[in-house]
């Protein structure tokens, strides 16, 4: 079992490495990461429905954490502006990744809600998306990946009320820089503010420390391949999660 606060400062690097050595402001966000995963830290992740508990806690701590930090950067920056909108989907094309808990909340919700004929041409298709990820490997998928998500029809997400955290977090000040990034055909990028884009950082930091707990893996996935795991073999694919084993799709370092 690693440390908490190990895997904490590990989560939390890239965002680290924003604010350059300033040790105090580290720390801030080391506490953050502990406090949003308060709630989760008194659950039993070993139970058959922890991964969708688990999930719904992220969603829950995220949009809450979110809101109120998007109200301090409005009060702060009179400029501020969202240039996102109903129907709005660029960023739809860009490489999600997402905790495990995640996956498994989104999968155990289709195979509940679908129709083994509509599963499977799911399957297909989030199959084909994720065709190279195992020549490439975690990094190497995502580095110039530009594919629509398999869950966007006529410009809306068939998924919303669960969708994972990283589509939470798109939040551009800048229509047409995403535009013109989509048009790009390659990897999308959408102009963020720096405070709002590390929310879920701190929550996914937060979750994988509670986990590691308990020898479970929560290092962030890459959305089609580990759904496309989780689909074939829920069951298995839960089991060897809880084991401490990493799924196809996740980060192993
Ligand atoms: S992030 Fe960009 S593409 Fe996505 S909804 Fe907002 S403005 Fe549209
Ligand atoms: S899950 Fe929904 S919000 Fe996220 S990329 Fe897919 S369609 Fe867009």
């Not at 498994?104 to 195979?111: K, P, S, T």
């Not at 298709?125 to 029809?153: M, T």
């Amino acid at each position: 079992m690693e440390d908490f606060s190990a895997v904490i400062d590990k989560c939390l690097e890239p965002v680290f490495t924003l604010f350059g050595e300033q040790q105090d402001i580290h720390q801030w966000f080391r506490d953050m990461s502990g406090a949003v995963c308060q709630d989760v830290l008194k659950l039993d992740p070993t139970g058959a429905e922890c991964a969708r508990v688990f999930a719904a806690q992220a969603a829950e701590c995220f949009e809450l954490n979110f809101n109120a930090v998007e109200l301090q950067v409005k009060s702060l920056d009179p400029d501020y502006r969202t240039a996102c909108t109903k129907g709005c989907s660029y960023c739809c094309s860009s490489h999600i990744t997402l905790m495990p808990q995640e996956a498994f909340r989104i999968a155990d919700m289709l195979r509940k809600s679908l129709g083994r004929k509509d599963l499977k041409g799911l399957l297909k298709e989030i199959s084909k998306g994720g065709a190279d990820y195992d020549e490439k490997g975690f990094r190497g998928f995502g580095e110039d990946y530009f594919r629509p998500c398999p869950f966007l029809r006529e410009d809306h997400c068939v998924i919303y009320d669960i969708r994972p955290l990283s589509c939470r977090n798109w939040m551009s000040q800048d229509i047409e820089a995403c535009k013109t990034s989509y048009e790009s055909r390659n990897k999308i990028s959408v102009p963020q503010n720096a405070i709002l884009m590390i929310q879920k950082e701190l929550v996914f930091a937060g979750q994988n420390a509670a986990l590691s707990r308990y020898g479970i893996r929560g290092e962030i996935c890459s959305f089609l391949p580990v759904l496309e795991t989780i689909l074939g073999d829920y069951e298995g694919s839960y089991e060897k999660w809880l084991s401490g084993e990493v799924l196809r799709g996740q980060l192993e370092d």
